[in-house]
Nanobody, 121 residues
Framework: QVQLVESGGGLVQAGGSLRLSCAAS????????MGWFRQAPGKEREFVAA???????TYADSVKGRFTISRENAKNTVYLQMNSLKPEDTAVYYC???????????????WGQGTQVTVSS
């Protein structure tokens, strides 16, 4: 089973950028759909973005045009480039992997430990 480790979180001012990385173990990374969720204090974990094994992408409406998900199979890594950050983007960001995007969006995949993103106003 794949294991996931996120990195790249931190504190940034509104309007700034961050790039999150998620490194996966295992030899079958290229077969997984990968995605990002986030959870703010007192709120449910919500979908942010996903990328299929064929690199088709899907985004939450709240991040469309600002965030970009990508994958580099040779490095077993998926990225989330976050631009034009807003205070409401503040959350713990979790990487997830599943056999299909539908499984991933149902929160039934494998999860990383999360990385904190804080956007100051």
């Amino acid at each position: 089973q794949v294991q996931l480790v996120e990195s790249g979180g931190g504190l940034v001012q509104a309007g700034g950028s961050l790039r999150l990385s998620c490194a996966a173990s295992g030899r079958t990374f290229s077969r997984y759909a990968m995605g990002w969720f986030r959870q703010a204090p007192g709120k449910e974990r919500e979908f942010v973005a996903a990328i299929s094994w064929a690199s088709s992408t899907t985004y939450a409406d709240s991040v469309k045009g600002r965030f970009t998900i990508s994958r580099e199979n040779a490095k077993n890594t998926v990225y989330l480039q976050m631009n034009s950050l807003k205070p409401e983007d503040t959350a713990v960001y979790y990487c997830t992997a599943a056999a299909a995007i539908s499984t991933l969006r149902s929160r039934s995949g494998v999860w990383g430990q999360g990385t904190q993103v804080t956007v100051s106003s």
